[in-house]
Nanobody
Framework: QEQLVESGGDLVQPGGSLRLSCAGF????????IGWFRQAPGKEREAVSC????????????KYADSVQGRFTISRDIAKNTVYLQMNGLKPEDTATYYC??????????????WGQGTQVTVSS
């Protein structure tokens, strides 16, 4: 059974860094586009970033929401079957539950087939 498992969420001070992980179980993440999304209490889910899979000619291409461009970096470790989201320069408004998702296309729309359970990121002093 296909499953995505996020980890790495924590409480961090403003300006700090975190690296979130999205591990795949039951399928090879390198063939899938992986997206990161977040949802803060009382707000709609929003896209953060995505990275293309290796089977559609655009392996490794990434996209970022304007709000995280230049601060967050998405990457893939094929050997570990894991996608990472490196988050630097964290701000209080980055506080949210972060989810990874898998589908065929890297898109900042949330129309993804598979979703993880989420990991909490809190940015506060």
């Amino acid at each position: 059974q296909e499953q995505l498992v996020e980890s790495g969420g924590d409480l961090v001070q403003p300006g700090g860094s975190l690296r979130l992980s999205c591990a795949g179980f039951g399928f090879h993440l390198d063939f899938w586009a992986i997206g990161w999304f977040r949802q803060a209490p009382g707000k709609e889910r929003e896209a953060v970033s995505c990275i293309s899979g290796s089977d559609n000619g655009s392996d490794g291409r990434s996209k970022y929401a304007d709000s995280v461009q230049g601060r967050f970096t998405i990457s893939r470790d094929i050997a570990k079957n894991t996608v990472y989201l490196q988050m630097n320069g964290l701000k209080p408004e980055d506080t949210a539950t972060y989810y990874c998702a898998a589908d065929w296309q890297c898109t900042l729309d949330d129309d993804y087939a598979y979703w993880g359970q989420g990991t909490q990121v809190t940015v506060s002093s």
